[in-house]
Nanobody
């Protein structure tokens, strides 16, 4: 498994932007590179849902609710994954989790809170 740390959450007004970062500080680069990565989110009273994912080859997929507003990316040399969020809406309010899936299973970060409110 991979130790993951999220950062970058906070309070933002509707229409604003945030960039989330997921770091794997204890992983060696080759281990990070072997993992497909994803962002999930969980709003109060709701189930955790997939927001976006990026493969080891950097192909990406997005949920319909964020397509065109969010961009997922990864920097393998720095062992980091990012989620650039724009045109944020109150419905985007949730705890955002980093996920890594590799040869030995799945790992999760502790989550970072994103609140979209005026």
């Amino acid at each position: 498994q991979v130790y993951l740390v999220e950062s970058g959450g906070g309070l933002v007004q509707p229409g604003g932007s945030l960039r989330l970062t997921c770091a794997a500080p204890r992983a060696i680069t080759s281990v990070f590179n072997s993992h497909n990565m994803a962002w999930y989110r969980q709003a109060p009273g709701k189930e955790r849902e997939l927001v976006a994912q990026i493969s080891t080859g950097k192909s990406t997929e997005y949920s319909d609710s964020v397509k065109g507003r969010f961009t997922i990316s990864r920097d393998n040399a720095r062992k980091r994954m990012y989620l650039q969020m724009s045109s944020l809406k109150p419905d985007d309010t949730a705890v955002y989790y980093c996920n890594a899936v590799g040869p030995h299973g799945a790992s999760w970060g502790q989550g970072t809170q994103v609140t979209v409110s005026s």
